[in-house]
């Protein structure tokens, strides 16, 4: 690979930071050279974004819709960081993926409307794919339908204007939607397994996903998911990124309809 992907983390609780890294770097199959992090929690920088084969953005205990009053001196730094970093994607072409987290940055970006309307409590939920999913060839390799984790308080009610919906969910409609060239976002976790998700739900356990005495219930129902379908994402994104990759795959995700997006 001549340029490493960079991953944007804004997790500020270590183990969980730690094991969504793995995760990621288990389901692109990259290793840490290929796969760089950027702690935003921790103040790190970006830097040129342009020397990057392309970025992905990892989930947050961040909800963009809280209150600008509520969030905490961290929550604003790490959201004014992607929105310069989300410029920066739109004016240089950059591939883009950006999980759970990502639907609510980028949805508030690019003119979309983020609220509590379709949250989800945290399970394995059933993703159908869309007329424009099926055809897009990022998601190429999937089933029409497969199952992923999902736990999130806000999602997407109104997508940015120009952006393409490729999969669905019948609790919350917008779970993938394409807003630029090779720039993607996904309200399921395409990077978590069974262990993944068992980690997230104990350290997340105070923190309003459900009800803390329900820590074991929700282990129990999630525990027995094949969301193995779903981490087709994340390595399909990294090949398509990576020197050497498939380069009509990269060349047929470049001509893609391009939006009108912030730039």
Known sequence: MNRPLCFLASRAEDVAADAEYASVLAHTGLSETELVRVRLDRGDRVGDITGYAGVILGGSPFTVSTPELEKSPVQRAVEATLLDVLDDVARHQVPFLGLCYGVGVVGRWAGGEVDSTYAENTSAVEITLTEAGRTDPLLAD??????????????????????????????????????????????????????????????????????????????????????????????????????????????????????????
């Open 142 to 263: 999937l089933p029409d339908r497969f199952d992923a984790y999902v736990g999130h308080k806000e999602a997407c009610t109104t997508t940015p204007p120009g952006a393409v919906v490729l999969a669905s969910a019948p609790e919350c409609p917008v779970q993938m939607y394409r807003f630029g060239p090779g720039q993607y976002v996904t309200q399921f976790h395409p990077e978590m397994d069974a262990d993944a998700v068992r980690l997230r739900i104990e350290v997340y356990a105070n923190s309003g996903y459900f009800a803390p005495d329900a820590v074991a219930e929700v282990i129990e129902r999630t525990a027995q998911a094949d969301v193995s379908a779903a981490h087709q994402v994340l390595r399909a994104f990294a090949q398509w990124c990576g020197a050497g990759a498939d380069s009509g795959r990269r060349e047929d995700l470049a001509v893609q309809a391009r939006p009108q997006l912030p730039v």
